[in-house]
Every structure is written in C-alpha cells, then in structure tokens.
C-alpha cells in the first residue's frame, strides 16, 4: 500500500522540481477535471518515491510557505483524503506549521 506524507516546514524550500516523489501544492480546491489531474500528480509521485510521495501544502511552486486558511485547509485536507482514497493509498503523517498569510498561523 502506498503513503503520503504531508508536511510543510518554515522558511523558504528549494524550488519544486518535476523528478521524485516531492510535491508542492499552494492548495487543493478543484472541480471533477482537476481532480483527475491532481490525482494523477499523485500517482506519479507515489511511484518516483516507490510508494511513498511527500506532500508541502500551502507552498508555492518556487518554494515560498505561503499558509491556507482554516476553510482552505479543511478543503485542502478533504481533496488530499479523496486523492489517497482513489489510489488506495494512507495518509500516515500530518505536520503543521505557520504560514504568512493572514489568518494561515
């Protein structure tokens, strides 16, 4: 069985790159078509990471921790479990830390 880690760290990260089984997502709130997108972003992540795919939500592509609100994270959460679901897949840690945008801390 597959697993996704989800995490975010303060301070800036390097930059996203498109090899291996690191992801960066600003958040995830989508419509039926993006889901299928997102889904298959995870699926080649999980693979590059041999089962194993790193989620950074609320960082933008070029690594900057931007944070999501509470409703965007309650979203963004509900996505990710759907995502997981899909791919019968675990999420099996969940870390979280402060954000810059307003009301993300």
Known sequence: MAS???KAKTGKL???IEEGNIEYKR???CNDERFVKLTSQL???LSEGKGEAHYCLGVEDDGTPVG???VEL???LETMSRMVVSLDATIH??????GSL????
């Not at 840690?93 to 402060?98: H, L, T």
């Open 14 to 16: 390097p930059p996203e």
């Open 43 to 45: 699926k080649w992540r």
């Open 93 to 98: 840690s969940r870390d979280f830390f402060p």
């Open 68 to 70: 999501l609100s509470g």
């Open 74 to 76: 309650k979203k963004t």
């Open 102 to 105: 307003p009301g993300s801390k």
């Open 27 to 29: 958040k995830l709130l």
């Open 4 to 6: 996704v880690l989800l």
